[in-house]
């Protein structure tokens, strides 16, 4: 699901964010703030890595979590990879260093790779939804993968009623 935040949230991290959230093992969710992009490409982070320079978009800020680690969110029909989770039909995580460099290196287009990660504890991103920080809407691939996310989060707040759906076994909004 995509997860925009309330206009009134004014953490500094999460003030105006759009988030793709999934749910993970034990009950854990995570998510990447996907309309946060950096001015940095991603061969500012690996310069001698001659398929970084390949890549078309700049790297985005993903979350707090783990901002050392470069995570790879991607299309597909099949996995990337041994350390990729699969988020949604043809849509995958790939988080261990040789699953982001083989999609670095075969399909660095079907990508966008972020810098950090979200992880919620078992029942608080439910917590923080029926709060009120969040509202939960359709994650249309279409929106996770916008060419531009600029204005993203205006045009989610707009529309404040969200969905209703699950998120995972231990969360229904």
Request: net charge negative.
């Amino acid at each position: 699901v995509l997860l925009a935040a309330h206009p009134n949230l004014s953490d500094p991290v999460y003030s105006q964010t759009v988030l793709l959230a999934a749910p993970g093992p034990n009950g854990w969710h995570f998510g990447l703030i996907i309309n946060r992009p950096t001015d940095r490409p991603l061969s500012s982070l690996f310069p001698e890595h001659e398929p970084s320079r390949s890549v078309k978009n700049v790297v985005h800020f993903g979350g707090p979590t783990a901002m050392h680690a470069l995570i790879a969110l991607v299309k597909g029909d099949s996995s990337p990879g041994i350390d990729a989770l699969q988020i949604s039909e043809g849509l995958y995580l790939a988080i261990g260093a040789n699953t982001v460099d083989h999609v670095i290196e075969s399909s660095p287009n079907d990508a966008r790779f972020f810098l950090g990660w979200v992880v919620w504890r078992p029942a608080e991103l439910l917590e923080e939804i029926r709060a009120g920080y969040w509202t939960v809407h359709e994650a249309e691939m279409r929106l996770v993968f916008r060419s531009s996310t600029e204005g993203l989060w205006r045009e989610m707040s707009r529309s404040r009623q969200g969905i209703s759906t699950s998120i995972g076994s231990d969360l229904r909004v």
